[in-house]
């Protein structure tokens, strides 16, 4: 079956961390560039970070960029996303998605237009 899975949200204080964890199945992982992308309720998916195929290029938004670390480990078909310094407004579900070809990397975009799967989300929610 093709799917991503997300997991490793929760709830954490402000100036704390969390590590996301998606597992891939079904597809060759490493043809694929990846991303994550986050939702708040009521807001449009917003883009948050990318890595290349090989893991060696990567890609924050300006909200983030500083704070969380994406790679990736193809011999596992995981891609993670380490969360540090997080703020309130950090507080959304997390997917990982994969775009739509093979070799791209996609940046910069919001919605889901560019994915052709994702997963089921982990939730992240920063409070005092």
């Known amino acids: 079956e093709v799917e991503l899975v997300e997991s490793g949200g929760g709830l954490v204080q402000p100036g704390g961390s969390l590590r996301l964890s998606c597992a891939a199945a079904?597809?060759?992982?490493?043809?694929?560039?990846m991303t994550w992308v986050r939702q708040a309720p009521g807001e449009e998916v917003e883009w948050v970070s990318s890595?290349?195929?090989?893991?060696?290029?990567?890609y924050y938004a300006n909200s983030v960029k500083g704070r969380f670390t994406i790679s990736r480990d193809n011999a596992k078909k995981m891609v993670y996303l380490q969360l540090n310094s997080l703020k309130t407004e950090d507080t959304a579900m997390y997917y990982c998605?994969?775009?739509?070809?093979?070799?791209?990397?996609?940046?910069?975009?919001?919605?889901?237009?560019?994915?052709?799967?994702r997963g089921q989300g982990t939730q992240v929610t920063v409070s005092p």
């Open positions: 998605a994969r775009p739509r070809r093979t070799g791209i990397v996609v940046v910069n975009s919001a919605g889901w237009e560019k994915f052709d799967l």
């Open positions: 079904g597809f060759t992982f490493s043809d694929y560039g």
């Open positions: 890595i290349n195929r090989g893991g060696t290029e990567t």
